[in-house]
């Protein structure tokens, strides 16, 4: 390879990487004494010129863009994953080792109270569902997993969930723990717990009645 | 005793190996297990693997324990079980095969084999480890585009979080849940310095006979919420104490009339008019 | 502008501004049904082959980076890497060569058990991730490679791991060890595990069911 077109690679890399536009001073810095950056970079503006990315000069300085008319294409560009909040990650978790569990139980878990909007939240993402309601005062409704849940953390049921003893072999259980630290099964039905009443909440209605068969 | 293996009989193999610059420094921190140290003899031998002297590397090996031991006295009892087990299959390798082989054991070459087998996996996983680290890492070797502007973000559906988040999210919960302590909040008081300084303050209108409870600031009040500030008894006690210091200095008058009866201050007018009681 | 050409342009914007590498069905689904993806992603690899900037395959799906021969010119750019243990290499190339594999199959391996931390810094760095449970006595989670890792070595997948099918063919990938193996190997309990005895009654199979009271 040539050098000029040696140099035209080294320039195309630092421009792609850089975090900000570059100048041919900066350029310069990086590259050997006799690159020919000016070179270079008519090079590759050429070689850019009319393609989906182009070579543009801002403020005196080098970088690449997506061409301007492609800009329709951008706006959704980035997927961004959704990111659960901690506390409905930890509400997540208590739904998930505890279920069926009620919002008293998640609360005496946690240490505080469950802000309304953390369970709806999860509910809405359809990983937390109403499963039933608890035989006790109050009739309190009991909040489980959904297949969504299971699927996104790639679980066959919620009796794969890792227990104590994985636990400690990751590493998270500390050896200081009262020795009757136990992970409950969620496997364990509850037996204290009744079906939601007709118009609690239908659609999650349908879903436990499909699921209990 | 087959034949295939005595060719192999070398029991100066350490000696010649310190003489080839080729022993191991005797360094238990930098061999994991015995498995990593018998794999660094192994490859000294510069063989296939598979092809490996279990006499040879049984030898080094012991050689190697002997050395580290007295290098490090509590070396561990795994590269010591390992050592025996060694030592023992060296002695069955070397000794007649029994013309009835017990039935339990294999036989001495056939576990000879799956150890060199067993030195050849992790030799691989080794070469492996390597392999990638020597691979054009990201962000190392390559690069992505470093400066993505700012593009319209549209949450997708996609959750972020794997299992063991959910894992650590759980346990962080429940260990906290372990260890809560109680610890209640320390009731604030009223400084006496700041009382002595109000009582100060108020001496010109204390003319006549006043309640010391009339006296003692109200604070936020009984039944406040929160617990903020001092309390009302807080209140009365350091206005108290801060009375009682300015009559010791002669600026206020205080009387009680009997035991658990309220208690008056005035300030104290004539240098002589004596004080009749002071709590 | 030919339609090829047009979607090649398309295709290329589309790579360039992704903060992440996207698949040839995140591709499809930003451009006009008609569209030719995979012939636009050969035409860009053509073009951009031996250049600074190259396009390349990674965990299933495209990204442009630099090419490996610049790495010195970046500097710059490099962050300070997290360099891993030698433990945590060899244990990520076990994960990743032996895959799905389990906690014990790891150790047996290496022939020392898998310090704390080992395991768990690979999780935290998400290089590997919990796959799923073996369908063994126990059922013991199985441990496997992430979309990170392949990005990170710059992999199209687990298949393309250097050396593989050598390995395989010399039987060296195997994880059943002889059922008569018997290295003794205090550290390793249940190295040898023969994994069809249902006779074990492992740890975490005691745990489940001391915790179902």
Do not use: C
């Amino acid at each position: 390879m040539s050098d000029a077109a040696y140099t035209e690679r080294e320039v195309e890399a630092l421009l792609f990487a850089a975090a900000g536009p570059l100048s041919d001073a900066d350029l310069a810095k990086r590259l050997p004494e006799s690159a020919d950056v000016a070179g270079a970079i008519a090079g590759l503006q050429a070689r850019y010129a009319g393609r989906g990315v182009e070579l543009v000069a801002v403020a005196g300085r080098w970088r690449f863009q997506t061409a301007a008319d492609l800009a329709w294409l951008m706006t959704d560009e980035r997927e961004e994953p959704r990111r659960l909040s901690r506390a409905a990650q930890e509400t997540l978790a208590i739904v998930a080792y505890h279920q069926p569990v009620t919002r008293a139980e998640i609360e005496a878990v946690r240490g505080v109270q469950a802000s309304k909007g953390t369970l709806d939240v999860l509910l809405e993402l359809s990983l937390v569902r109403m499963r039933g309601r608890r035989r006790t005062p109050g009739r309190p409704i009991t909040y489980g997993t959904t297949d969504a849940f299971l699927e996104h953390y790639g679980l066959a049921s919620v009796g794969d969930l890792p227990g104590a003893a994985e636990m400690r072999a990751a590493g998270l259980l500390s050896l200081d723990l009262p020795a009757d630290f136990a992970v409950p099964d969620p496997n364990a039905l509850g037996a204290d717990e009744d079906p939601l009443d007709e118009g609690d909440a239908p659609q999650f209605h349908t879903d436990f009645l499909g699921e209990e068969t | 005793m087959t034949d295939t293996f005595q060719p192999n009989l070398d029991f100066n193999a350490v000696a010649n190996a310190v003489e080839d610059g080729e022993a191991l420094i005797v360094d238990i921190d930098g061999y994991e297990g015995p498995l990593h140290v018998l794999l660094a003899l192994a490859r000294s031998q510069k063989v296939d693997l598979l092809q490996l002297s279990i006499l040879k590397l049984a030898e080094q090996y012991l050689a190697f324990v002997q050395q580290a031991r007295r290098a490090q006295f509590s070396l561990a009892a795994d590269y010591l079980v390992m050592a025996s087990w060694l030592a023992y299959l060296k002695s069955r390798l070397l000794l007649p095969k029994p013309e009835q082989p017990e039935a339990d054991e294999a036989p001495a070459e056939e576990i000879a084999a799956r150890l060199a087998f067993r030195l050849a996996k992790l030799d691989a996983m080794r070469n492996a480890a390597e392999g990638l680290r020597t691979r054009p890492q990201l962000k190392r070797d390559v690069f992505g585009r470093g400066d993505p502007e700012a593009i319209k973000v549209i949450p997708s559906g996609r959750i972020e979080g794997d299992l063991y988040g959910l894992m650590s999210a759980y346990i962080a919960q429940r260990t906290k849940e372990a260890s809560r302590t109680y610890t209640p909040a320390l009731p604030k008081a009223y400084p006496l310095e700041e009382a002595r300084d109000r009582l100060r303050r108020l001496l010109p209108e204390l003319d006549r006979w006043t309640p010391l409870t009339g006296v003692a600031p109200f604070g936020p009040g009984p039944g406040s919420s929160g617990g903020q500030g001092p309390s009302r008894a807080s209140y009365v006690a350091s206005t108290l104490s801060a009375g009682l210091e300015l009559v010791k200095e002669g600026a206020l008058e205080a009387r009680q009339l009997e035991a658990f009866a309220d208690i008056y201050l005035r300030t104290k007018k004539a240098p002589n008019s004596g004080k009749e009681s002071a709590a």
